[in-house]
């Protein structure tokens, strides 16, 4: 690879994943994955194969299903920890194995508990494992940027020897300011023998907002690899973020001299398409992809840009891919059209989920004279979002005046009977809610209910979304419709279903685990 070339890693299925209410399914996580790969990214940090069962099955399947991205697996410098992210990556083409260990004096001392030496030795023996099993090997010194830099080097330089290909070094907590960044990297470069036969890598948190302008610090110093997320997403304040990152090598690429292999077109739906499956909304004025990056009011502004696009506006809209509000199709469209338009926003979809979006385009055709692509969008994100499903909607009607209340019937999936039920409530939504958990006995604390609408106009479809904790986890309902009261009621009931695969779930892990606990009882 070419001296100029910078190798974009994006963790936004690990590190963005991590993101309080940011879990995503193992759909949600295939689409999003597809979606990096179109959009070009050198390296998809999957997940973290040993973290959940869960977590192993995504990347597993990233790494049978996506190809072209190397597809790679985090663990901890451990056996078990290697052992089963090698499990997971091993059907990609191009798979690797990252492994962390932390090396920082308050991590050593107050979480691992290690002198220096045992962390040289644990560093190399997992290095040398992972490389067994692959020779595409990454190595990071968590908590890099507080570390002191002989220990720094003296750690890094022994995991290059074990056979790390790629070397990153980890502003874990975003500490680092970018000057002293630039020259720990500059340290490193000067004192780590055989550095410079392998490619140095930089990840940054934004806890003081700084995780780009790092990541840029570390390049100008040698760094080839950015890792980092869509819309910044990540632990505590997030990191680095992609889109920004990207257009600023493009964007001064007078100053910086580097390229990457990004189609830059499709940064505004990936932004979209990830904000919609995490729930987690994009700041109005965010740098690249926000609702205002490339929005004018000011009479002077708009004046010089009328004149001179330029004299306000550094990036073409165009080259970020944000679109303009179009009709592109209506009640008489057919499937190719849609098929092909479906395409053309970037989603993934096998025939049984397209087909499933046709018969629903089919239904808001007959509702709304005039169909966005926000509305394309919506029928297709209900699709990524659709998982196993044990209550189905069947009818609802809710009353606001008076007392609110609401009637419910649901279909019981599993065993094929309709459930009826009526409460009151704060008012019709609240109702509907309440009914829902009598009839399902599903108990569920909302954290957060919002609705907003997709499109424009008076027949526009509204968005609810749904956040809720269960078991200290965070789960999410989205749904879409032109009625927002049933929009709000499909959105709880994603939540009780997904609620409900997991209260199975644990019950065939703990029937599964009797017969073998009662074996090792008569073993002994």
Known sequence: M????????DTTLRDGEQSPGASMNLAEKLEVAHALKDLGVDVIEAGFPIASPGDFESVQAIAREVHGPIICGLARCNDDDIDRAWEAVKDSAKPRIHVFLATSAIHREFKLQMAKEEIVRRAVEAVKRAKGYCDDVEFSPEDAARTELDFLAEVVENAVEAGATTLNIPD?????VPSQYAAAMRHLKQTVRGIDNIV????CHNDLGMAVANSLAAVREGARQIECTING???RAGNCALEE?????????????????????RLYPISRLVSHVTGIQVQRNKAVVGQNAFAHEAGIHQDGLLKERSTYEIMDPEDVGLPKTELVLGKHSGRHALRQRIRD???????????????????????KKLIYDADVEALAEAQIHDGPALWTLEAFQANAGGIPTATVCLWNNKNGTIHKDAAVGDGPIDAIFKTMERITG?????????????TVGEDAQGEAQVEAEYETKSLRGRAVSTDIIEA???????????IATRRQAALERTAAAKPLEAAVVAAS
């Open 2 to 9: 070419s001296e100029n070339r910078l190798i974009i890693f």
């Open 172 to 176: 874990t907590v975003g500490y680092a």
């Open 200 to 203: 140095l890598s930089v990840h």
């Open 233 to 235: 997403l990540g632990e």
């Open 245 to 265: 990152v990207v257009m600023a090598l493009r964007t001064r690429k007078d100053f910086f001299g580097l390229e990457t292999g990004i189609n830059t077109r």
């Open 345 to 367: 926003l970037g989603y993934h979809l096998d025939d049984v989920k397209f087909q499933k979006v046709f018969e629903a385009f089919k239904v808001l055709a007959d509702r």
């Open 442 to 454: 599903i108990e569920v604390h909302v954290r957060d209910y919002r609705v907003r609408s997709v």
């Open 488 to 498: 709000s009621a499909v959105a709880f009931l994603q939540v009780i279903n997904r």
